[in-house]
């Protein structure tokens, strides 16, 4: 029974993982700037589920502390986006 709760609380990083995923593809086959994108809001996703759940429902998604996890996530999504976005073609 605790292996399957411990897999239930791994939700949060397997959604985030396959968003990572489904950006890459899109990186890679379709157009590189929208897979930067995609791949970006996954890191923000990672951000919002790790501000909002527990401890305990993040599971892998907590590191260190919520503050610190959270605004790291922030801080790498945000530069990813930009970056997305403000190199040339």
């Not at 791994?10 to 897979?35: E, H, I, K, S």
């Not at 996703?45 to 959270?70: N, P, W």
Request: no cysteine; glycine share 8%.
């Amino acid at each position: 029974m605790a292996g399957e709760a411990q897999r239930r609380s791994q939700w949060p990083l397997a959604l985030t993982l396959l968003v990572a995923l489904t950006g890459l593809v899109v990186l890679w086959f379709y157009d590189w700037r929208n897979g930067v994108l995609v791949f970006a809001g996954a890191v923000g996703l990672a951000a919002v589920l790790r501000a909002t759940l527990s401890d305990t429902a993040a599971g892998l998604l907590q590191i260190r502390s919520r503050m610190f996890d959270t605004g790291f996530l922030i801080l790498t999504a945000t530069a990813i986006a930009v970056l997305g976005l403000i190199i040339p073609n």
